[in-house]
């Protein structure tokens, strides 16, 4: 559950984890009222009925808890969401472009790759834009998604703490081959990122047949 | 709950079913005007497009069970599920209890004779109709049926080259009816009420359909004229939503979602309502919170309507945006939650009789809340980032729609089946196929959130090998609620026809109007109309012993 990788993870993670024990724990105690008032008060043990209209005292405590609950679920949802919704100043900024049914990544001294490649712990910018109809750019174990559109900028950014290879996929339905549109996102270490990065190799791994002494890559790069 | 003398015998007179009009035979049902004969005509064909929309749900999961092509290729997967969408969208849950139950027993529960414009009920169904033989058409026309999903989502639906147009006119003739029937049930709501029964003497599910009957006039509209827009522009060119044109496909988000998030409690606010009438009765104890749940009906229409952009949150909106719809979206839980409260305090001290309409009412409550709880955490903006159009949100509205509202319409189906057709089904098979559908629907829907919020996203074709548990799992579930479905409705065709015959007024205990009057109904319901003194669920018999219900 606690699985993800970028500067985000943590405060969705928490959040989620909130809402579902605060969830579980409604959803046990209604569950478990149910099933002993149903044995309790049966017709067969339970002959009688007695009418209770109402109790003002529970009512009040089951309004005022539930909505003080959700009020702070609000407030980590909202605070997460901030960190996401501010575009860091300074980052290494990506263009994205979505099409059917793939991605194309685009980096500041023009160099242009299928696949991402990022630095571990660095602020990454994306400017999402699709040249035909609407996408999403999802990365699972980031916890981050934006919608990508036609004729129109989004950005998204991150921190990726950890290195290792991830899923990219496309979460907005985009017609015929919508859930093949993946691609693998790439976290290395800043040293190699920048080797590779100003090197003419497609891929980190051309660099590694080219030049074994430069950088020494991570296993999932390959 | 009311006064029993005011009600005239009315044995001699003839049930609905034998009723000879102005027409005979097939068009004695096709030309009726009685609220009763037309809440049957959307019971068939209601019927009919649920088990259709079944049998493609159940092929989707066929599809899923492995990765990569299982028997289906992509185009037709997608295809089927748009189709699934928009049939159990605009021909079952949207229309669903207002039109068959609302239509049945709305008059009935207030003391009228009709609805007040009974020639613009069956104008709705006929409406319903033509909409249905549209998507229908839009199946068999060359072109293929459309593959854009239910939300006809720009600039794909001006794009594909599938048959858009006509499942957009079939939507929008659709709304049509639904703002009839709304039109329709607030006018006999206000103005046909038996004397005596003001406001709050009226049974829950009045207030929930009054409620649903507001929110279908107000959004039908919006989708209404968002829909020709989508039209127009695909046939004329103009821009409007799509980008190419200079249009906003962003726009085009809200004015959908304007409509289709009300129209999320003008699914639920009926079964809720349902739900309010049948606990009562099996719990034979009055209803907890009796102004509470009248009101928060109105609340939840109110409220409902101003956090549509909840649907948005991945699309960029400004941050204020966000924070307003996400806060709103907390709030509107509130009232459901204590909703819920209220049914489990009305078990309290109750004499509680587990007939099948019961089951299906006490599972629409663990299966609602399992709804609604997941729905607030996608109301939490960074948790929603994360599940947004993954299966998550898909399993989140199967559980409130088809938990929810699905099996509010089973409950009330088998609540007052032997009401309506003076036939009781057989009830120990009903109970063992009420498990089994309980069984498989969690099977089948519970995994999805579970490779949800592991990242594995909705209107998916092929999936990555790390999901295949959950495919796997859900696919099963499939073969345990299907067959369950058909057996359900095998139970009440073979009721109809071999049926034990129920002649008595009151089967299961209840103390609204309809079970007042003959078993079935006569052509008006009232022979004389009822004079309103109490309210309803009383229970004032609570000193008396009670005996199980025998099973017949
Ligand atoms: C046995 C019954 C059912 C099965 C097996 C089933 C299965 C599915 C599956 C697998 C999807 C996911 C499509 C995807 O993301 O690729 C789906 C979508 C959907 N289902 Fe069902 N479903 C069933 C019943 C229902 C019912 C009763 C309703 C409504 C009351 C419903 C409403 C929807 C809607 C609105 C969608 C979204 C379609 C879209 O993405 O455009 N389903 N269903
Ligand atoms: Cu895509
Ligand atoms: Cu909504």
Redesign the pocket.
Known sequence: MFDGVSNFSQSTDLAFFFTLVVSIFFLVLITVLMIYFVIKYNRKRNPKATNVHHNTALEVTWTVIPTVLVLIMFWLGWTGYLEQSRIPANALTIEVTAQMWKWSFKYPNGKETDSLYVPVNKDVVLNLHSIDVNHAFYVPKFRIKKDVYPNQKRSAWFNATETGSYDIACAE?CGLNHSYMYNKITVMSENEFNAWLNSPAKHPGEILASDTSLIKLPDSAK | MSNENTLSNNENDVSYLEYKGKHSGILGWLLSTDHKRIGLLYLISLSVF?IV??T???L??LE?LTPGRTIMDPQT??SI??L???I??FL??VP?LPAVFGNFFLPILIGARDVAFPRLNLLSWYLYAVGGLLAILSILLPGGPAD????FYIPYSVRTNTNVIPALFAAFILGFSSILTGVNFVTTVHRMRAPGMDWFKMPLSVWSLYATAWVQILATPIIGITLLLVAVERIFGVGLFDPALGGDPVLYQHLFWIYSHPAVYI?ILPAMGVVSEIIPVFAHRTIFGYRFIAMSSIAIALFGSLVWAHHMFTAGMSDTGQLIFSLLTMIVAIPSAIKVFNWVATLYKGSIDLQPPMLYVLAFIFQFSIGGLTGVMQGVLSVDIQVHDT?FI?AH??YV??GG??FGFFAALHYWFPKMFGKMYNIKLAKRVFWAMFV??NT??FP?FIMGWLGM?????DYLPEYQIYHVI?TI??WI??PA?FLMFGNFIYALFKGAKVTEKNVWGGETLEWQIATPPVHENFIDIPIVTESPYQYKDNELVLQTQEAK
């Open positions: 339905y | 649920l929309g079944v493609f749900g159940f989707m999961r899923l997967y997608n599920f748009t699934h969408g928009v159990m969208i079952f849950v669903g854009t999903g239910w939300t699914m299966s898909v509205f199967h729609m088809f509202t699905g498989g629907f089948l829907y999805m996203p909705r209107r998916y074709y859900s579930g499939s609620l299907v479905l």
